[in-house]
C-alpha cells in the first residue's frame, strides 16, 4: 500500500490544521481500512481515532474529503481503461 507524507508546520500539524498521526489515520480509513487496521498504520490507538471521529469535524472530514480523491483518481483510471479498450476493439 501506497502511503503519501503529510507536510508539516512547526507546531507539527498538517496544513489542513490535523497531527500527522491524524492525517495518516484518515489517510488509512479513506482507503478503506478498518479502525483497527488504521490503529496500526498510523501509529494512534483505536479508541483515540474513534473519539477523533467523534470529536474533530476536520479529521471527518478529512476522511471525506481523501476518500472523494481517492474515488475520482480511480474513476479517471476507469475512464482512460475504456477509452483505450473500446479503441482496440473499434
Known sequence: MVTERAETG???????GLTPK?????FALAAGATLDEAASQSGAGLTTIKTWGATIPAFSRRVTELRGEM???A???LVDSMASAAETLG
Open 10 to 16: 512547526l507546531n507539527g500539524l498538517t496544513c489542513g
Open 22 to 26: 491524524q492525517e495518516a489515520a484518515a
Open 71 to 73: 474515488t475520482a483518481r
Open 75 to 77: 474513476l479517471g483510471r
